[in-house]
């Protein structure tokens, strides 16, 4: 008897773990997390589009990485035209909205300047989009007899969720630092680029003008008097 209790125990917990790695790999089939990087021309505006559900929430950040002042118009508008957000000339920015069916349009603009292109990154975070894949509730069926276990297969769920939540917590965090990093460094290359050429200006005129002064001072010393022979 106590055999085929300990068969029972480990078939319950082979079962658990089998139906916690079939959730734990539908949960991560689809992320709700994109970003993009890409160029937006001087004198062009670049829209982008995102399908939302109702009653979920639709996060956008961004930032200008490189060109001429870091600085790009921003606009979000609804499925019905209406602008729900909009920043000008700003280097960064993040908006959230409640959204309802639709196609939302979300638009950068750099018409305001005719020489300079910039590097765009931006990241959309989507909330609330319900759950594509049904099959994940399919453990439920197989939660009748966990007590032998001491064990509850919804707080192995609530697990696996807290570290999906994390995980995906990380890597947004970890993108929007690398955004930062690649800011900076774009920055500072400029400031590099600009100090280099500012001293080898100088230079230049602290050789032009030495080369008067020498030329001044022994035009000073010189006998100018005509010599007789």
Request: aromatic residues 10%; charged residues 25%.
């Amino acid at each position: 008897m106590e055999i085929m209790l300990l068969r029972s125990r480990g078939l319950l917990l082979l079962l658990s773990v089998f139906v916690a790695d079939r959730s734990l790999v539908a949960g991560f089939s689809q992320s709700l997390d994109s970003d993009f990087t890409f160029t937006l021309p001087a004198g062009q505006k670049e829209c982008f589009y995102q399908t939302m559900k109702k009653d979920a929430s639709l996060e956008i950040e961004y930032q200008v990485l490189d060109g001429a002042g870091l600085d790009v118009d921003f606009y979000l508008s609804s499925p019905d035209d209406q602008i729900l957000a909009s920043d000008f000339r700003k280097s960064d920015g993040v908006h959230t909205v409640e959204t309802h069916e639709g196609d939302y349009m979300f638009c950068f603009d750099n018409t305001f300047s005719t020489v300079s292109e910039k590097i765009i990154f931006f990241e959309l975070i989507l909330d609330n989009m319900g759950n594509d894949h049904p099959d994940t509730e399919e453990w439920k069926e197989y939660v009748h007899g966990t007590d032998m276990l001491d064990m509850k297969l919804e707080d192995i769920m609530d697990t696996i969720n807290s570290v999906k939540a994390r995980l995906g917590k990380s890597l947004q965090i970890q993108t929007v630092l690398r955004a930062f990093e690649a800011r900076d460094r774009n920055l500072q290359e400029s400031n590099h680029e600009r100090v280099n050429v500012w001293s080898c200006t100088n230079l230049l005129i602290m050789v032009v003008v030495s080369g008067i002064q020498v030329y001044v001072l022994r035009s000073l010393f010189e006998d100018k008097r005509a010599t007789r022979t």
